[in-house]
């Protein structure tokens, strides 16, 4: 399985302090996996990197041949002062608007919020806003997404809706899944394989279920 990124020695500072430390992770394409840590771990901070919204005092990021054609929708979305329908759409070609709308409209209703896309964006709430971004990135192909924390403000209806989309959209393109999470369920339910964090160091890393067991391990010892 062909690689789509790898880190090496990274490493972030605040001041004096450094909060995070990762010395070699490797990710592959149509693979799904979580950073799982509780606030504070590391999880955002290492995303922003991956994302090129925050820039790492130290360490290689190296994208794969096709570079970083990647998403990243951080944990608190951004929204316009346009429809729903119209904000997911921008950039988007289409032969028409009627054309674009009924694009949006599928895209929304596969996230369970189509009922939504004349309401103006900035007045969605939490959990729809989180759908309504993730209905937006679904709109192009892409080689990774990088979600932090997508589903944080969603009830458990829409966080099963939000992952079939997401599993979908996989399927039809092969792409990486990267994304953070605090919920150890949702970690073992949505990813192929788990890193765990904490204190911006990795504790445990593999398959899921292994990497989750090692994670209530490791705190049981430490407690």
């Avoid at 900035?122 to 806003?129: I, M, R, T």
Wanted: net charge neutral; hydrophobic share 45%.
């Amino acid at each position: 399985m062909r690689s789509i990124l790898e880190i090496t020695n990274l490493v972030k500072r605040f001041a004096d302090s450094e909060i995070l430390h990762i010395h070699h992770l490797v990710f592959h394409e149509k693979k799904r996996y979580a950073f799982l840590g509780e606030n504070g771990s590391g999880k955002s901070t290492l995303l922003k990197i991956l994302a090129g919204v925050l820039p790492a005092d130290s360490g290689r990021i190296a994208w794969g041949a096709k570079g970083a054609d990647f998403a990243y929708i951080p944990q608190r979305p951004y929204c316009f002062h346009l429809p729903v329908w119209k904000s997911i759409t921008l950039g988007i070609t289409a032969k028409n608007k009627q054309q674009k709308k009924e694009i949006a409209i599928a895209a929304l209703d596969e996230v369970g919020i189509g009922a939504l896309a004349d309401k103006a964006e900035v007045y969605l709430s939490g959990g729809e806003s989180q759908r309504a971004m993730l209905a937006r990135v679904m709109l192009r192909e892409r080689q990774a997404l990088l979600l932090d924390e997508p589903t944080s403000a969603v009830d458990y209806e829409g966080c099963v809706l939000a992952e079939a989309a997401l599993n979908k959209y996989q399927s039809q393109n092969g792409c990486m899944i990267l994304f953070a999470t605090h919920s150890v369920e949702q970690a073992r339910r949505f990813a192929d394989e788990v890193i765990v964090l904490q204190n911006g160091k990795v504790i445990a890393a593999g398959s899921a279920e292994q990497a989750i067991h090692d994670f209530y391990a490791i705190r049981t010892g430490l407690s």
